[in-house]
Nanobody, 124 residues
Framework: QVQLVESGGGLVQAGGSLRLSCAVS????????MGWFRQAPGKEREFVAS????????YYSDSVKGRFTISRDNAKNTIYLQMNSLKPDDTAVYYC?????????????????WGQGTQVTVSS
């Protein structure tokens, strides 16, 4: 089991940027594939981005591709989600998640550990 704590959420205007952080404890971040998911009120939790263990292959949802970047800082044991050109539709609670596998990294059901989430609000 790993412990995940998200931070960096807040209120920004459309077109602005935020960088979310996910601090990992219990094990090194290099031992896990990591994902970012988000959930808006009344909607299902949806995939945003992921990065695979070892290979560092990344995946993005079509809605964020070209605007968001997932990365891993091994020295700080932290996963980041850099969000640029934010839109009001990006408003949601963003969750960090971890799992041991390296396949099907878009599927929330396959992730084993989850953080508590951080709120991102984008005003128009």
């Amino acid at each position: 089991q790993v412990q995940l704590v998200e931070s960096g959420g807040g209120l920004v205007q459309a077109g602005g940027s935020l960088r979310l952080s996910c601090a990992v404890s219990g094990r090194t971040v290099q031992d896990y594939s990591m994902g970012w998911f988000r959930q808006a009120p009344g909607k299902e939790r949806e995939f945003v981005a992921s990065i695979a263990r070892s290979s560092s292959i990344t995946y993005y949802s079509d809605s964020v591709k070209g605007r968001f970047t997932i990365s891993r800082d091994n020295a700080k044991n932290t996963i980041y989600l850099q969000m640029n050109s934010l839109k009001p539709d990006d408003t949601a609670v963003y969750y960090c998640a971890a799992r041991q596998g390296v396949l099907f990294l878009r599927d929330a059901a396959r992730y084993e550990d989850w953080g508590q989430g951080t709120q991102v609000t984008v005003s128009s």
